[in-house]
C-alpha cells in the first residue's frame, strides 16, 4: 500500500501579492514534493549565489530578492496526497498561474508540470556525474 507522502509547495515573492489570495505573496514556482524538497531551492540559490553563468528564472527571482533585501517563503499548501494527486495538483496550479517564460503568468516554472522522478534510483557513474557538475 502506498503512502500519502508527497505534498504540493508554492515559493512565495513578498514584493508582489498572490492574484488569488491578495493577503499572501504572489508565487513564482509551483511544486510537487517528498520530504524536505521544498528546501532544496534555498540551497540551490545559496550555492549559486557568487557562482558566475546563466541561471533559471527561479533562481533569479530569488537572487533579485535577496538584493532588495527580501527573503522568498516556501508555502505548502496540500500535504499528505499521493504522488498522482499532487502532480495533478501541480498541473492544475501551474495552468492558473501560468508561466513567465510562455508569457502566460507569473510562474518560473519551465514546464506544465506532471512530470516527476519519485523513487528514481540513479547508478554510481550518475550520481558522480551529477557531484563533479554541481561541485565544479
Not at 530578492?65 to 495533478?88: K, M, P
Amino acid at each position: 500500500m502506498k503512502k500519502n507522502r508527497f505534498y504540493l509547495y508554492y515559493l512565495r515573492r513578498p514584493d508582489k501579492s498572490d492574484p488569488f489570495e491578495p493577503e499572501k505573496g504572489q508565487p513564482f514556482y509551483i511544486g510537487k514534493g517528498v520530504n524536505c524538497r521544498y528546501i532544496q531551492h534555498r540551497q540551490e540559490a545559496e550555492r549559486l549565489l557568487h557562482k558566475p553563468g546563466t541561471k533559471t528564472i527561479r533562481i533569479q527571482i530569488i537572487h533579485k530578492l535577496w538584493q532588495r533585501s527580501f527573503d522568498f517563503q516556501e508555502d505548502i499548501i496540500v500535504d499528505n496526497i499521493s504522488e498522482g494527486d499532487a502532480l495533478d495538483l501541480e498541473i492544475g496550479a501551474i495552468e492558473q498561474y501560468g508561466r513567465i517564460d510562455i508569457g502566460t503568468g507569473c510562474l518560473a516554472n519551465l514546464t506544465n508540470g506532471g512530470e516527476g522522478t519519485s523513487g528514481i534510483i540513479f547508478s554510481a557513474e550518475h550520481r558522480a556525474k551529477i557531484s563533479i557538475s554541481v561541485t565544479g
